[in-house]
């Protein structure tokens, strides 16, 4: 490839700057999924040189059982078209199929040290929940994603709060390389967005919406059948006030509940609680309900469409030739610099 096109391709052809990110979908998609990350994904696309991929390496970290995590990962990657990801405004890959992530990983795993990474909280606690053996992959983990948003030169990294130190790490490693070698890697930054980062429980509002909830009454997945949701959104756990309000501390439940409604109608929080003002909580969950059947509704007519097309592999066969391309590029120049390359 000449370096004109090399150049129009690393650049996203604009001024654009480039943003990255991963899921590891070692279970369904669920509401907090969508609501806390990938619809912002859908925004981001339209005004960054976006990147997403299926984090399918760091799903084994952990043992996964083969055919539940292949549906698992065609299911995400079907459900990330339907929420509404273009592959013509974006670039969306599976890490297995850009050998480069690899590569780098062990390469930056040569430049981590055992004291930060022994520090990381995400090790710590899974680790110490874990009732199986550790992985020595779990361990390395963070040196594999700091690789995983270096090889692109990612100005942004939008990720949930849990995510923010794996990120720093990622501006040490490239800070590191740059300053031993010479300037390699641009260095990240976290992107945490704040409203909607949190979708709590259904069950348990002082917890958040999570895959690992050991209920499934709490959490909303993305291919729940709408009666399912609907019966979910109906027996949400509330409180005694019997008025709507939102008061995160004193009305977890119900805070939430108006979260959920906000960030999906666009209707501001004050203005749905004004609407309540003397009805009672039955009328908002129905309301509730409404609003997240209408939308799940659309996507799952979608995901329908696309799970069996070949949308699927022609949008990763696309992406990983893309992403394959611009990450080379790096990884080689990070073996010249070290030294480790001949010709
Ligand atoms: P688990 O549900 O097992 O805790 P997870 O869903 O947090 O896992 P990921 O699948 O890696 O883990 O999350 C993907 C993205 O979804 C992350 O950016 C994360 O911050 C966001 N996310 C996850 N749960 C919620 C939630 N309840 N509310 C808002 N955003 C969430
Ligand atoms: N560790 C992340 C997933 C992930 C990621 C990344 C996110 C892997 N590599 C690179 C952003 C950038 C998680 O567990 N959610």
């Not at 130190?165 to 490239?174: G, I, K, M, S, T």
């Not at 609680?273 to 409404?290: H, I, M, N, S, T």
Request: aromatic share 10%.
């Amino acid at each position: 490839m000449g370096p004109k096109i090399g150049v129009f391709l690393f650049s996203g052809g604009t001024n654009m700057k480039r943003m990255l990110s991963g899921i590891k979908p070692t279970g369904q998609l669920h509401l907090g999924n969508y609501i806390g990350a990938l619809r912002n994904f859908v925004k981001y696309q339209d005004d960054y040189d976006l990147y997403v991929f299926i984090a399918n390496l760091h799903c084994v970290t952990f043992y996964q059982e083969p055919k539940a995590l292949r549906k698992n990962l065609k299911d995400a990657i079907a459900l990330y078209l339907a929420c509404g990801l273009d592959p013509e405004k974006c670039t969306i890959f599976l890490q297995s199929d850009v050998f480069a992530h690899a590569q780098l990983g062990f390469l930056l795993t040569c430049q981590s040290y055992m004291g930060e990474l022994s520090r990381m909280t995400q090790f710590k606690e899974k680790s110490q929940k874990a009732d199986e053996s550790i992985t020595a992959g779990l361990f390395t983990y963070p040196s594999l994603m700091a690789a995983d948003i270096l090889l692109y030169d990612a100005d942004y990294v939008p990720v949930g709060d849990d995510q923010k130190q794996h990120v720093e790490l990622a501006r040490d490693l490239a800070q590191r390389f740059n300053n031993r070698y010479s300037k390699t890697f641009v260095v990240p930054e976290p992107l945490i967005q704040k409203v909607g980062a949190r979708i709590m429980s259904l069950s348990d509002p002082s917890k958040k919406m999570s895959k690992s909830d050991e209920s499934d009454k709490g959490c909303i997945y993305l291919l729940d059948d709408l009666k399912v949701v609907r019966k979910k959104i109906m027996s949400a756990v509330t409180d005694n006030y019997a008025t709507v309000n939102f008061d995160k501390e004193n009305q977890p439940g119900i805070s939430n509940l108006l979260e959920i409604m906000s960030s999906l109608s666009g209707e501001p929080v004050d203005s749905i609680v004004c609407r309540y003002q003397g009805k009672g909580y039955g009328e908002l969950k129905k309301e509730v309900a409404d609003v997240v059947c209408k939308e799940i509704e659309t996507i799952q007519s979608r995901y329908n469409e696309i799970v069996n097309s070949d949308l699927i592999e022609k949008t990763l066969q696309q992406g990983a030739e893309k992403a394959s391309r611009i990450s080379y590029k790096k990884l080689k120049k990070v073996q010249r610099k070290m030294g480790i390359d001949i010709f």
